[in-house]
T-cell receptor, first 112, second 115 residues
């Protein structure tokens, strides 16, 4: 079982719709969770982090964490073509210092 | 988070030569720098963790004699790919973090092509 799993996609949504990206993790003791956006040929950029159960909203983005079910999701409201990218889920496992474990990413395509 | 400057952004080198990649933390003194490698359509794979003034910690399967990491100052960490081969062609990215902070900032990445 991979430590951090994501559906590779591509996930296609029409412009203006809500995109829902999901991520599951294997280590129940993980404490911190991150969503990064990576455009093709570029390095990842941090969108949000979350460490408490529930929802965290920042503009059009909402991160949702459910530690009991070991999943974290990212919702993107009013999706725009510029949101088309690969979204990487990253987890900081317990006892790993500051190292992050990344999922393989979900490719999102927002279509006009 | 800190700003991380990475260069070169792109390098093409001949097989058998060595390439040095630099990452500099501009806003903070990065005590820890992470080095990742990313092959096309794959995720980031951590190669090693470097700390100022000490030997880098390499992940399992990463050849420490091939990927030399130096972190001689608080602000600068370098990765040297020695005797590069075409299979080393990849996207190399550094990341720093302040110990205990929430921020992980990536450099802009280096696209290495070995011909």
């Amino acid at each position: 079982q991979k430590e951090v799993e994501q559906n590779s996609g591509p996930l296609s949504v029409p412009e203006g719709a809500i995109a829902s990206l999901n991520c599951t993790y294997s280590d129940r003791g993980s404490q911190s969770f991150f969503w990064y956006r990576q455009y093709s040929g570029k390095s990842p950029e941090l969108i949000m982090f979350i460490y408490s159960n529930g929802d965290k909203e920042d503009g059009r983005f909402t991160a949702q964490l459910n530690k009991a079910s070991q999943y974290v999701s990212l919702l993107i409201r009013d999706s725009q073509p510029s949101d088309s990218a690969t979204y990487l889920c990253a987890v900081k496992p317990p006892g790993g210092g500051n190292k992050l474990t990344f999922g393989t990413g979900t490719q999102l395509k927002v279509e006009l | 988070g800190a700003v991380v400057s990475q260069h070169p952004s792109r390098v093409i080198c001949k097989s058998g030569t060595s390439v040095k990649i630099e990452c500099r933390s501009l806003d903070f003194q990065a005590t820890t720098m992470f080095w990742y490698r990313q092959f096309p359509k794959q995720s980031l794979m951590l190669m090693a963790t470097s700390n100022e003034g000490s030997k880098a910690t390499y992940e399992q399967g990463v050849e420490k004699d091939k990927f030399l990491i130096n972190h001689a100052s608080l602000t600068l960490s370098t990765l040297t790919v020695t005797s590069a081969h075409p299979e080393d062609s990849s996207f190399y990215i550094c990341s720093d973090t302040l110990a205990g902070s929430w921020g992980y900032t990536f450099g802009s990445g280096t696209r290495l092509t070995v011909v």
